[in-house]
């Protein structure tokens, strides 16, 4: 298939912004991504489809134009759905680095697009099955895998990022999954081999995905040797990703349809206008019983609903408990149900988030994960449980985690009261109190407000304190009696200590 032919079917929608001196490039496959920096998923040729989540500023356009030059792939075509229209900073950014550039209209689906570009879109092979044909005929991911196993001679699974085995046909092991996982995370670039602490090798292929998060993404883990560039082996391996791929895209298009009138309830909820009773009733109706014992479940991320919420959802499904999930506020909500005989049981949900969140320590420094856990309660007490996920989320986010995770056991610290108090509150409490020593290390490059913690630390021990710090005692008076000064305030007075101990737990 040529971007010429693309454009002459007038089925698609496509309009050409910029790059009509090479529409006889060769269209090898298909990816959707709102990832800035998509190279370690494109082997070169594709056709990009971007919602353009990306873009809030000219030189972001810049960088993921450069970074498809770079990937070699045949074009980008962009959903009018956000910005009304390809921004104009990105045409000339396409337009220097030679990427040409489609406008889709806002009547036509990536969806569409994509199934269009799959169908004509194929490997030449001598034998074998479709594994896209199988899909768009009906078959699910169990019956995909068990079919491309059948033709590479070797078992194959797909993964999710937050460490669950999404299909399989053969048996993984927990802790060779584990370190795949982790491995999946921290990679620049896939195709990627790894070989686990007992010795064996894999390979993990890039899922094709319109999720922005690495967190929430799929991959294909392989045998190493199954994707050898043997032609059918290696054709047999794009394909399925693209499988997988289209599979995993309906499954997000229902997630987003589905999650829209749980996200309206328990919005509801939390604004009053809705009774524990009658949402849990909602709830029910998205495949949440409204009877029995339930967990709300709260997360944050990078301050991006759509991504938590995607995470969330592929957290959820890890669990096999039953769940609704959608994005609120700043972050995502879920609901998890009780399931007998499950991967994980209701009350012991909290310590398997606990290891979800340690495996998504590893991946990019970028990626910062809150979690709130609420205790197990009854649908007549859906809101308080609700309220008290949200409590301990905000309680995680202020702890120096870089994924982190609070239960209602946390709430009984001072952070609790922390929590509860608006932002803009909060930083002028800080300000008021600390303001005159943090100017002062600024400007004498002194460690007041350091000395200050570590003496409250050690419960205003003297000794103890200058034994930390390395200093003699007789400096630790000093420098404590310039913290009285600069701040006014008595650190022989408990109360003061108190408030500047508050102080000092918010972060700047």
């Known amino acids: 298939m040529l971007l010429g032919d693309l454009l002459d079917d007038s089925r698609l929608g496509l309009t050409l912004l910029t790059g009509g001196d090479r529409l006889d490039r060769v269209v090898r496959g298909v990816y959707v991504t709102d990832l800035i920096d998509p190279r370690r998923y494109l082997q070169g040729g594709e056709l990009v489809l971007s919602g353009l989540v990306w873009h809030r500023h000219a030189t972001d356009s810049e960088e993921f134009a450069a970074a498809l030059s770079d ?137 094709s995905s319109g999720t922005e998060s690495r967190a929430a993404r799929w991959f294909l883990v392989l045998p190493a040797g199954a994707e050898q560039r043997d032609s059918t082996r290696e054709s047999v391996t794009n394909e399925l990703a693209t499988a997988v791929a ?28 809705a009774g524990s009773r009658e949402v849990a009733g909602r709830l029910a109706e998205a495949g949440l019983s409204g009877e029995g014992t339930l967990c709300a479940v709260a997360l944050s991320m990078n301050g991006s609903s759509e991504a938590a919420a995607d995470v969330l959802r592929e957290i959820a499904a890890a669990s096999g408990l039953p769940s609704v999930t959608a994005p609120v506020e700043t972050g995502a909500l879920a609901v998890f149900g009780a399931r007998a005989g499950g991967p994980v049981e209701l009350a012991g949900l909290a310590d398997w988030l606990r290891g979800t969140l340690a ?33 301990t989320r905000r309680l995680a986010e202020q702890r120096h985690g870089r994924c982190d995770i609070a239960t209602a056991a946390d709430l009984v610290s001072q952070q609790v009261l922390l929590s509860a108090v608006p932002d803009e509150l909060r930083h002028s409490y800080r300000q008021r ?24 630390e050690c419960s205003g021990s003297w000794s103890r304190c200058a034994q930390r710090l390395h200093v003699h005692v007789n400096t630790l008076r000093y420098r404590i009696r310039r913290v009285e000064e600069i701040s006014g305030r008595d650190l022989g007075d408990f109360p003061t200590r108190v408030d500047f101990y508050l102080a000092l737990q918010i972060n700047g």
């Open 359 to 391: 495996d998504l320590e590893h991946g990019p420094a970028w990626l910062e994960v809150s979690v709130g856990v609420s205790d197990l309660a009854d649908p007549s007490g859906l809101r308080g449980a609700v309220e008290e996920a949200r409590y």
């Open 71 to 207: 990937a070699g792939v045949a074009a980008l075509v962009a959903g009018t759905a956000r910005l009304g229209r390809a921004p104009a900073d990105l045409v000339r950014a396409c337009a220097r680095h030679g990427v040409p550039l489609f406008e889709l209209s806002v009547s036509v689906s990536f969806n569409t697009l994509f199934e269009h570009v799959l169908g004509a879109v194929r490997n030449e092979r001598t034998s074998g099955r479709d594994l896209v044909t199988d899909v768009a005929a009906g078959a699910d991911l169990p019956r995909v895998l068990t079919a491309a196993a059948s033709e590479l001679g070797s078992d194959c699974w797909v993964c999710s990022a937050v460490g669950a085995t999404v299909a399989e046909h053969g048996e993984l092991s927990v802790p060779d999954r584990r370190t795949l996982v982790r491995e999946f995370l921290r990679a620049e670039r896939l195709p990627r081999t790894v070989v686990t602490e007992r010795g064996d090798a894999y390979v993990l292929w890039p899922v």
């Open 433 to 456: 109190l600390l303001g005159g020593l943090l100017a002062y290390d600024r400007d004498h490059q002194s460690d007041l407000v350091h000395t200050l913690r570590t003496f409250l």
């Open 246 to 273: 289209l599979l995993r895209s309906r499954l997000d298009e229902g997630r987003q349809v589905s999650g829209g009138p749980v996200g309206t309830a328990l919005r509801a909820l939390l604004e009053g206008s």
